[in-house]
């Protein structure tokens, strides 16, 4: 009933479309319906089990991986020689570390200073405090200007 | 054409000495339908015949899963509606151009085809058919020429019967006005 008043207003909206007389103009070569049931079973039959698939797969993505692997290697790898002073830099020196690099004589004077953080002392002397320091040491001026 | 029900066919599907013949016997059922479907939509015969293909494919993989919700014959449409959407779509972006050059290439196809037999006015309906856009391509060729119902309709393409019948409706004026003006 529903259908019949549908096809009533179809026919009154569109009276051409509905008068045409409904042939299929599409045509098939000659045998195509007896071939193609053929052709869709040898598609079906012929694809890979899924194992042989991933296994597929995986030959194809397993390459890939190695060599994004590959890049992400070399483009995040230190610069030759940057990871030794990292090295220096980040792993502070003990005392004996710098002892056996260093031998006895810097150890023993690093050993003396009393203070390595303190500010250094003001070095510009003027000629009288020079010559102050020089007489209260007891250096010979004269033998100093001569052998310079 | 088979004889056996949709549930004598799944079972013989689903024993593996019997497979192959179930699924010649489903290929063999509701080829014909689909194909004038698919060809509707994508109007060339090679391109048709790659879809249904496509179709059966999908169909073969799918067959162990599908519970009988629907009839065999609406899940085959709703799968063909698919893959000939998707084909449309992918021809669009192959060639970069808009719908109106998609109709003008598939008009000129279906013009130099030997396989059209259509007269003037069935050409210029099948014309009007391919300037609707996609999916109410598919509602209108499901409807006018297949004669399917709204039901079957709505489960091919997942779209509400109030929808199809608004968008059939709509079609069916289009295609109307454009077989009544002058254009051919």
Known sequence: ?????????????????????????????????????????????????????????????????????????????????????????????????????????????????????????????????????????????GALIDEL | MSELSDTELLALFRREESRNYAFNLIVRTHQRRLYAFVRRMVTDHDEAQDVLQEVFIKAWKGLDGFREDAQLYSWLHRIAYNQSINHLKRLRRGLFVNNDQVVERLTADMDRSEHFTGDAIEKKLQRAVMRLPDKQRAVFTMKYFQEMKYTEISDATGTSVGALKASYHIAVKKIEAWLTSDQT
Do not use: C
């Open chain 1, 1 to 141: 009933m529903e259908d019949h008043h549908e096809q009533e207003e179809l026919e009154r909206l569109a009276p051409a479309l509905m008068g045409l007389p409904k042939r299929d103009p599409f045509a098939v070569p000659d045998g195509f319906f007896d071939r193609f049931p053929h052709a869709v079973q040898a598609r079906v039959t012929s694809r890979p089990a899924p194992v042989v698939r991933w296994l597929r797969r995986a030959a194809i993505a397993l390459p890939v991986l190695a060599l994004l692997a590959l890049g992400a290697w070399w483009l995040t790898r230190p610069e030759p020689g940057t990871a030794d002073l990292a090295v220096e830099v980040h792993a502070p020196a003990s005392e004996e570390d710098l002892y056996l690099l260093a031998g006895d004589d810097l150890y023993a004077e690093l050993a003396l200073s009393e203070d390595l953080e303190a500010p250094a002392p003001d070095l510009e002397l003027s000629a009288e405090e020079l010559a102050l320091y020089y007489e209260l040491n007891g250096t010979d001026v």
